[in-house]
């Protein structure tokens, strides 16, 4: 019995032993791939929004690194999106939209999508590209890319949003937005908001439009659209995304963005852009505001809007996977990945 307590304790320590050594290697391993980073010549700049989230660590994506993979897609996308696994595109000049697995890279299937596909948002099930041209929008299963349905909406449909239930679509060309059931794309309601409604997002209770020809944005009740107010911003808002708290607006033609309190649409700041390069697309990465623009992909922190990087990089729409964002670049038919 005594031999047995004196192997049994002996084993203890070596495991302890053990855990410590390798807790001592960890943290040695883990300051290589930041040596790495920066002799890659990527920003020195620490991620410290990474302890926030589980994929970063398991990642190793401690820095706010330069883009590292570009994906040939389609002509023209504007529009991207995630879907738990995959990145979309919809690609305006040849009527398609691009499935890219996220993980790697590959790209995964290439779909007709109507006429002029513009916008692209997931339901966690479909997939919902706008078709511009057409004043339609088409549900694609995500899983192999098939056309489910296609329905009508107002003019010249552009972003749209997806509130748990229904999908909202902007309609650029009436000056409305039109609600839809994700289940079987019944028209719910078309509600009246500002001058050329472009984008959309969902803030937990209710849905925001921005509306490009009136400098301003519009929320509305998710659950009957009623207005719930309308409030000024920047010169030709485009893209909007939500924090958690606040509403963020790339201001297109002042070179701004704008960051309002989402529960009543107080303007608590507004940012500057380069100038002269307008803001295009936005999206939040749980720490961090990413801006797309002409020759730029902007990195604001979202507690004050300071900047924290900058890459030299032309982007339209914007969207982030969990642990990386996606950019697409409209003139170069590329998704980028940062």
């Not at 229904?166 to 719910?188: C, E, F, M, P, Y």
């Not at 797309?292 to 900047?307: E, F, K, N, P, T």
Request: charged share 15%; hydrophobic share 40%.
């Amino acid at each position: 019995m005594k031999a047995r307590i004196v192997i049994g304790v002996s084993l203890i320590v070596v495991v302890l032993a053990m855990a410590n050594l390798f807790a001592g290697q960890a943290q040695k391993v883990a300051i290589q791939p930041a040596q790495a980073g920066q002799l890659q010549m990527q920003p020195p700049k620490l991620d410290a929004g990474a302890h926030l989230n589980p994929l970063k660590i398991a990642l190793l994506h401690w820095y706010l690194a330069d883009t590292s993979t570009s994906v040939t897609v389609g002509s023209q996308p504007y529009g991207v999106c995630f879907d738990g696994a995959n990145i979309w595109t919809a690609n305006f000049a040849d009527n398609t939209v691009t499935k890219v697995q996220a993980n790697t890279g590959q790209v995964l299937g290439t779909f007709n999508a109507g006429s002029g596909p513009y916008g692209v948002t997931f339901d966690g099930a479909h997939i919902w590209v706008s078709d511009a041209n057409f004043n339609t929008v088409t549900k694609l299963r995500a899983s192999d890319g098939k056309t489910l349905g296609t329905f009508t909406v107002g003019k010249t449909p552009e972003w749209m949003t997806f509130d748990g239930q229904d999908i909202w679509v902007s309609n650029g060309g009436d000056n409305t937005v039109t609600k839809l059931r994700a289940i079987d794309g019944k028209t719910l309601g078309t509600f009246p908001v500002g001058n050329a409604p472009i984008a959309m997002a969902f803030d937990g209770t209710a849905v925001w439009a921005s509306n490009y020809g009136g400098n301003t944005v519009t929320k509305l009740r998710a659950s009957d659209g009623a207005v719930l107010g309308t409030f000024g911003v920047g010169i030709n808002p485009l893209g909007i995304a939500f924090d958690g708290a606040s509403m963020w607006v790339a201001n297109r033609n002042s070179n701004t963005v704008t960051k309002l309190r989402a529960s009543d649409g107080t303007v608590l700041d507004t940012f500057p852009t380069p100038p002269s390069d307008g803001p295009y697309g936005i999206a939040f990465d749980g720490t961090y505001i990413w801006v797309s623009g002409d020759s730029y992909v902007l990195v604001l922190r979202a507690s004050d809007g300071a900047q924290v990087a900058s890459h030299q990089l032309q982007s339209e729409g914007i969207a982030f996977d969990g642990a990386y964002i996606w950019a697409a670049g409209q003139n170069f038919n590329a998704l980028y990945k940062f």
